[in-house]
């Protein structure tokens, strides 16, 4: 009796081990087909997430350029990863009667709003401060407040003015000091150009007798626009801003020639223009053709005057952004084409730099001689009766 019961204890020992064995098999394929399974879940939604990012984080060439050679209300200094270093500006506003005023930082780099304005994103005042308010529907309407603020371009504008006092306010008090001296240092540097101004266009245009009225304006103009176009090239802090690629400065600065030219207008001037001597008189009489001609000639000057200088200067920061974008554009594809790309680009970039320092002198001096000879023209003396003679 004792010997079957070992027996089958035995027995039930052996099944026993068996079952385990089986068990431990068992749960050891089901935690590999789990660990299996977690990791190809793991691998399959990493792929998503990095497809998801690649395609939130995809370079975008249009933006970036427009980015920089537009204005804002901070002026971004380099983005670290998710950190945007930028210097934030003083926001003013004009709104139901009362100027409003904080620091732009308040905005979070145009991701939030604050005290009821924001940065439009899009519609027709993309990238303007709008005031948001709710409507009897319950619908935000956008307006746009009387906007002050002191942006990218009007620092660089203030920037740009101080540096032009400081320089002449120096070199004024050298020559007071030093009278017929040799000039040196800041004064030597500038006195070229300042002579180059006066001899080769100012008194070539106007004349001796005439050009030391119209002379401070177009030295003013000239260094304004030069010193600008200088530092819109530095590609960091202080520079980098497109002021004189923007359309309201170039506006701006024509307008001021048309004004002059304009209030300087003689007799003669305004004769010519109202009835020009030497077309016959069927251009005149019954369609007055030719003062037509004439009238429309004096607007077209100046508007010249600013799409000239705006085209010219944003074309080049664009030409020499696009070079750097291409090396992005390649290295998204692959990066081994962005390697290569990036020697022809900043190879390219660099002669655009070497290209913009001669359009940022040439573009002044194209600005300031044609205002000086719209002032030339405009006060000019006819004498027909010697002429005929």
């Known amino acids: 009796m004792f010997k079957y019961i070992c027996l089958i204890v035995s027995k039930l020992r052996i099944l026993n081990m068996q079952l385990s064995n089986k068990i431990k098999t068992i749960n050891k394929n089901f935690w590999s087909f789990s660990i299996l399974f977690l990791l190809f879940f793991a691998t ?222 003689n007799r003669n001037y305004w004769t010519h223009i109202v009835n020009a001597p030497g077309v016959p008189w069927w251009l005149k009489i019954p369609v007055p053709l030719m003062p037509i001609v004439e009238l429309v000639g004096v607007f077209t000057k100046p508007f010249v005057l600013m799409v000239r200088l705006f085209a010219n200067i944003t074309a080049g920061h664009i030409i020499a952004l696009g070079f750097i974008s291409l090396i992005f554009i390649f290295g998204e594809m692959q990066p081994a084409l962005g390697y290569g790309v990036s020697i022809v680009s900043v190879v390219f970039y660099v002669f655009m730099g070497l290209l913009e320092l001669l359009v940022a002198f040439i573009q002044a001096y194209v600005f300031t001689l044609l205002s000086a000879l719209y002032f030339g023209m405009a006060i000019e003396e006819h004498h027909h009766a010697e002429e005929h003679h």
Not at 100 to 125: M, P, R, T
Not at 208 to 237: A, D, H, Q, S, V
Request: charged share 20%; with cysteine; glycine share 8%.
């Open 44 to 265: 399959f939604q990493t792929t998503n997430a990095t497809e998801e990012n690649h395609e939130k984080q995809k370079f975008n060439a249009g933006e970036m350029i427009i980015e920089h050679i537009g204005d804002g209300y901070e002026w971004h200094i380099a983005t670290i990863g998710e950190t945007h270093l930028s210097i934030p500006l003083p926001v003013i506003l004009f709104q139901d009667g009362k100027f409003v005023s904080f620091c732009s930082s308040n905005f979070h780099h145009g991701h939030e709003s604050y005290q009821g304005f924001k940065i439009a994103h899009e519609g027709k005042y993309k990238g303007k401060i709008v005031h948001l308010l709710t409507n009897e529907k319950g619908e935000e309407i956008e307006t746009r407040p009387i906007d002050l603020s002191i942006t990218k371009l009007v620092l660089s504008l203030f920037m740009g003015v101080f540096l032009i006092a400081w320089l002449f306010i120096s070199i004024s008090r050298s020559y007071q000091k030093r009278g017929m001296a040799a000039p040196k240092g800041m004064q030597s540097m500038l006195e070229p150009i300042i002579l180059f101004v006066r001899d080769d266009i100012a008194k070539s245009s106007l004349g001796e007798k005439n050009y030391k009225k119209y002379l401070p304006f177009l030295l003013t103009i000239f260094f304004f626009i030069f010193i600008n176009n200088l530092l819109g090239l530095i590609p960091f802090f202080p520079g980098g801003a497109n002021l004189t690629g923007n359309i309201a400065v170039t506006l701006t600065l024509a307008i001021f020639t048309f004004v002059i030219t304009t209030l300087s207008g």
